[in-house]
Nanobody, 115 residues
Framework: QVQLVESGGGLVQPGGSLRLSCEAS????????MGWYRQAPGKQRESVAT???????NYADSVKGRFTISRDNAKNTVYLQMNSLKPEDTAVYYC?????????WGQGTQVTVSS
């Protein structure tokens, strides 16, 4: 069993920054793809940024140049540095780890961008 715990969300003004963290624990025997997703009220969950086992990254067009995903394999932790935040970035942010055919999700952390 694998558990993911996100942290770092909160309320921030437009133009501000936040750094999200997601620590994975449990039966993790290798380095697996991880990613950040978000879901705003009334909208479907969408991919924000992903990072594979080799460190290659992908970003949604809406966050390119503003968000950076990174990982610390020794700590089984993935980060999302979010800069130049906009009100439309407001959502619950979830992290995911994919191990073979299984996807494991965290409980989510709220990010609110408002003045």
């Amino acid at each position: 069993q694998v558990q993911l715990v996100e942290s770092g969300g909160g309320l921030v003004q437009p133009g501000g920054s936040l750094r999200l963290s997601c620590e994975a624990s449990g039966r993790i025997l290798g380095i697996y793809p991880m990613g950040w997703y978000r879901q705003a009220p009334g909208k479907q969950r969408e991919s924000v940024a992903t990072i594979n086992s080799g460190g290659s990254t992908n970003y949604a067009d809406s966050v390119k140049g503003r968000f950076t995903i990174s990982r610390d394999n020794a700590k089984n932790t993935v980060y999302l540095q979010m800069n130049s935040l906009k009100p439309e970035d407001t959502a619950v942010y979830y992290c995911k780890m994919s191990i073979w055919l299984n996807d494991y999700w965290g409980q989510g952390t709220q990010v609110t961008v408002s003045s």
